[in-house]
Nanobody, 122 residues
Framework: QLQLVESGGGSVQSGASLRLRCKVL????????VAWFRQAPGKGREGLAA??????SPTYRRSLEVRFTISEDKGTVYFQMTDLKPEDTAIYYC?????????????????WGQGTQVNVSS
């Protein structure tokens, strides 16, 4: 059974950078997409970026700022965040799907990690 383990969150001040990591335990190539989502306090979970595991090509949510970058190396999917703002405060999750479907729809994903907390203070 594939598992996802996130890490890299923390408490930072505005303007800082963080690189989140999603370690895929199992064969990452058995998935079709690995994505990053976040859930801010009192809000629903929203998709941010997805990476096609066959070739590493990224897709970003249309409204997502250019401050975020998704990438993969040796079975770990990274989410680089720069110039962090208080509104980026959330729990960040990675998720994997074995088939296609809507990239930023929560219910489309088969496996989820436990999440990593990011707190950004002004």
């Amino acid at each position: 059974q594939l598992q996802l383990v996130e890490s890299g969150g923390g408490s930072v001040q505005s303007g800082a950078s963080l690189r989140l990591r999603c370690k895929v335990l199992g064969d990452i190539r058995s998935t079709k997409w690995v994505a990053w989502f976040r859930q801010a306090p009192g809000k629903g979970r929203e998709g941010l970026a997805a990476l096609q595991t066959s070739d590493g090509s990224p897709t970003y949510r249309r409204s997502l700022e250019v401050r975020f970058t998704i990438s993969e190396d040796k079975g770990t999917v990274y989410f680089q965040m720069t110039d962090l703002k208080p509104e980026d405060t959330a729990i960040y999750y990675c998720a994997a799907v074995f088939t296609g479907g809507s990239l930023f729809t929560v219910d489309n994903y088969d496996i989820w990690g436990q999440g990593t907390q990011v707190n950004v203070s002004s």
